[in-house]
């Protein structure tokens, strides 16, 4: 009689993956991911202001340790999972050169938003003029784009490499 842990889902070139491996692994992937949010959450509403944070750099802060503790999640998922982490970083390798090739806006954009949560020179509240005319208030800083609120009440999503270069 099979059990979880012999029970055999797949093989990928040679990694036998188990059903427990499986489970296991997507569950510390779920609880990973709720902590970095929780962390996130922490983080702006606890830690921030008890030690007179301003926004802007709470902001920065949580949003790097959501990264950080969803990359770590993924990572650690998928070491639990049986796969080698050496051949996660070939992966990454190629992926880099198809960046390199055909998704330079988005690596583009994603660097500007690096940048500008590191520089602080924009933040959630402010006021903006962008060069094709939109103005507004930030509302909201993602990774690869910005929210404004237009003065019209329109919420605009704009790319952070026009932020950047604009």
Not at 95 to 110: E, Y
Not at 111 to 126: A, H, P, Q, T, Y
Request: aromatic share 6%.
């Amino acid at each position: 009689m099979k059990t979880l842990s012999t029970f055999k889902l797949l093989e990928i070139s040679g990694t036998i993956i188990t059903l427990a491996e499986l489970l296991v692994g997507l569950t510390v992937l779920i609880v990973g991911i709720w902590l970095s949010r929780k962390g996130r959450t922490f983080i702006r509403k606890t830690i921030a202001p008890r030690f007179d944070i301003d926004n802007s750099t709470a902001y920065a802060i949580s949003s790097m340790v959501y990264y950080v503790g969803t990359l770590l999640s993924i990572l650690l998922a998928i070491s639990i999972i049986g796969f080698d982490l050496s051949n996660v970083a070939l992966v990454a390798g190629a992926l880099s050169v198809g960046i390199g090739l055909g998704l330079q806006t988005i690596a583009n954009n994603f660097v500007s938003g690096l940048l500008l949560l590191f520089d602080r020179s924009i933040k959630v509240g402010d006021y903006v003029e962008l060069a094709e005319g939109t103005r507004g208030h930030i509302t909201k800083i993602l990774v690869r784009s910005t929210i404004i609120l237009t003065n019209d009440g329109v919420e605009v999503i704009v790319p952070k490499c026009s932020l950047v270069s604009d």
